[in-house]
């Protein structure tokens, strides 16, 4: 679980050796090593428990002409600066006419005005069938209905949405503008994470630059839908535990004795003692894994995920650190803190996130279901609770209901095995604009279209089946945790669905784990370049192959670009962008 780039390959055991004793393989070890599979590192407890950063070749430097302190500088501001272009290169591509389409595409017709409403009242309200067509015409200026609406996700996303319509006004910018900015942090959040995650800079940059151009993520960054919203969160949870872990680990390795030569030393009694204190980062994850949850409810398949994870996490510091029974040690003076830390965390701010729709009138002329509890919900034997709580418990097991059997055909439904390959995207927005009219050009034909596609950008997600594949080899038998952690947020947000089959699903619920996809494809990249050590032949090739498949993702991205801001274009050059039968 601790392997990384620069742990040492020698096979042992799991048990330690006594000092100055190499134990054999055991002959599972034996068999497994013709795929690659190595045992638990040894070697320096230090540098296994805080991994240093892989510094750039000073080859490079020397290249360019660039002397040491200068180098040692932009080493250093590299780690900011690094994942701040890259964001600003995301941010501009996001926010470019994000008010085009000026109209509200596909589910932006319930988000949209479900935000207006929990900002003015508090719970979701019925509009007119015309409301679309009154609210784009008159700029936002419509009256907002009284009459509660039954909804099925929780308010959240829609208060985030309804933060920029509140700043910008009740109009397609507007809506949009706080799902474009989460979308912009989130780049910036993976560059960040990459980088600690996979101690290194360049390819820490280089996962946050394959999220921004992603199609699918750029779509939904630029859509007012609430899955933008919950990546988000969800990448900000990790995030919080990736540095928490480190921290974690940090405080085990100063605490351990050191030699002569000021190395540390495992230390039995260390590391199944030591108590790891206030860890304000596991309280924050939780804090954004409740948020992920009262935007979906895949908040809480995440919940569920990273907290196994992180304590998985402390098991392998505390057996690095020395501890004879790692599994018992963390038990004991972990696992209870880890758990207040996110699962009351993060379900009091669920709970918290309902607050409009508690404080609403139980009259009748409050939220949906507000007032079941003194109507049809009467009686029973859990009536010593508070009215709200059974209200919004019944609420709540209507809505699960809703979602495992909602089962109505939609031309756009997917199957997840598809989703991996762009098997079936989702058009948000489509129409047929006559030459000189649009945006269309004049010399265009008979017609142009114009489309706003949810698709991944292809060679991305082709390139990620590969990258995922290497995960799981990684992760098995080279027992590498990076790998496992992205596996752990790729399979938290994919494998779910997979139990819904016969559920009306779309594509586009895939965006949660493409920042996981993404870190994953970095990694791969990482391995085509070379491990360190690696000779100048090997790091030319390896650069080589790495380069030319960026570029094409990049060039990818750029040709897509028409179908994902919903530029007009003539018709054929629409229809040669159809690569897939099932796209159209």
């Not at 430097?61 to 272009?85: E, N, Y």
């Not at 200026?141 to 929780?154: G, M």
């Amino acid at each position: 679980m601790t392997r990384t780039a620069s742990s040492a390959t020698s096979l042992s055991t799991s048990a330690p050796p006594a000092p100055g004793e190499e134990r054999q393989p055991s002959t599972w070890e034996r068999r497994l090593r013709r795929f690659g599979h190595v045992a638990r590192p040894r070697g320096d407890v230090g540098s296994r428990l805080v991994p240093p950063y892989a510094p750039p070749s000073s080859r490079l430097w020397a290249t360019l002409g660039i002397g040491d302190g200068t180098a040692r500088a932009l080493t250093r501001w590299s780690a900011w600066l690094g994942p701040l272009v890259v964001t600003l290169v995301a941010g501009l591509m996001r926010f470019w006419r994000l008010g085009s389409p000026k109209a509200v595409i596909f589910d932006e017709t319930y988000y949209a005005k479900d935000a207006w409403a929990l900002i003015h009242r508090g719970f979701e309200v019925n509009w007119d069938k015309n409301a679309n067509d009154l609210i784009l015409r008159t700029g936002g200026h419509v009256p907002i209905p009284h009459e509660a609406a039954y909804v099925v996700h929780p308010p959240v996303g829609k208060y985030v949405i309804g933060i920029g319509e509140w700043m910008f006004g009740f109009t397609p910018f507007g809506w949009r503008f706080m799902t474009a900015l989460l979308g912009t942090l989130t780049v910036f959040l993976v560059c960040r994470i990459g980088r600690r995650l996979l101690r290194s800079t360049f390819l820490g940059c280089l996962a946050g630059l394959l999220l921004a151009v992603d199609g699918l993520a750029f779509v939904m960054s630029r859509t007012a839908l609430l899955d933008s919203v919950l990546v988000f969160f969800v990448v900000a949870a990790f995030g919080c535990l990736v540095v928490d872990r480190d921290r974690a680990r940090g405080a085990l390795a100063a605490a351990l004795p050191r030699g002569e030569d000021g190395v540390p030393r495992p230390d039995a009694h260390v590391a199944e003692t030591l108590g790891l204190g206030w860890r304000p980062w596991r309280l924050l994850a939780g804090l954004c894994l409740g948020l992920a949850a009262g935007t979906k409810w895949n908040g809480f398949i995440y919940l569920a995920a990273f907290g196994i994870l992180t304590v998985l996490w402390d098991v392998g510091a505390r057996r690095v650190a020395g501890a004879r029974r790692p599994y018992a040690t963390v038990l004991k003076r972990d696992l209870g803190w880890a758990f207040l830390s996110t699962v009351p965390v993060a379900v009091g701010t669920y709970v918290l996130s309902w607050l409009g729709w508690i404080l609403s009138p139980a009259d009748g002329t409050g939220g949906y279901f507000r007032n079941w509890a003194a109507t049809s919900g009467r009686g029973g034997s859990w009536t010593w609770l508070p009215d709200w709580v059974r209200s919004l418990w019944h609420y709540e097991h209507e809505v699960y209901k809703f979602n495992v059997g909602l089962s109505s055909p939609h031309i756009y439904q997917s199957n997840p095995w598809s989703w991996l390959v762009d098997g079936r995207p989702v058009s948000y927005f489509y129409e047929s604009p006559a030459p000189g009219k649009d945006g269309c050009p004049v010399g265009a034909g008979d017609k142009c279209a114009r489309e706003v596609l949810a698709l991944g950008t292809p060679l991305l997600w082709w390139a990620a089946v590969f990258a995922v594949l290497y995960l799981l080899w990684r992760w098995f038998f080279r027992r590498d945790w990076r790998a496992g952690a992205i596996a752990c947020g790729i399979a938290a947000g994919y494998l779910p669905w997979f139990n819904y089959q016969e559920r009306t699903i779309f594509f586009f619920y895939a965006v949660v784990f493409v920042p996981f996809l993404c870190l994953g494809v970095a990694m791969l990249v990482g391995a085509i370049l070379g491990p360190p050590g690696s000779s100048e032949r090997r790091r030319i090739v390896g650069a080589a192959g790495a380069g030319a498949l960026v570029l094409l993702i990049v060039w990818n991205f750029i040709y897509f670009w028409p179908i994902y801001t919903g530029q007009a274009i003539p018709f054929d050059s629409w229809q040669s962008r159809m690569w897939l039968d099932t796209w159209v």
